[in-house]
Nanobody, 116 residues
């Protein structure tokens, strides 16, 4: 049974930094893409960043240059380093993992709040 455990959310002042992590477990099948999405109240879920098994990254326009995604393939863990945080980054952040055989899985979500 696949489990995704997220950590690292919380409160930050504008201009601050937070680091999210998501560890996947429960399957022997290889992981293809890993990523982070976010959903603010009243808005659709949107891509924040993704990273392929080979390390190719993709970023949403609003976070490009401020956020950085990375992964540890040996530990099936994906990280999101968020710098220069803005109030509009406030949202629930969801980890997403795509297994080559099993398909798509979502984490439970972690709240990120940016406020002075």
């Amino acid at each position: 049974q696949v489990q995704l455990v997220e950590s690292g959310g919380g409160l930050s002042h504008p201009g601050g930094s937070l680091r999210l992590s998501c560890a996947a477990s429960g399957s022997i099948f290889p992981i293809s893409d890993m990523g982070w999405y976010r959903q603010a109240p009243g808005k659709q879920r949107e891509l924040v960043a993704s990273i392929s098994s080979g390390g190719t990254t993709k970023y949403g326009d609003s976070v490009n240059g401020r956020f950085s995604i990375s992964r540890d393939n040996a530990k099936n863990t994906v990280f999101l380093q968020m710098n220069s945080l803005r109030p509009e980054d406030t949202a629930v952040y969801y980890c997403n993992v795509l297994y080559s055989v099993l398909g798509n899985y979502w984490g439970q979500g972690t709240q990120v709040t940016v406020s002075s």
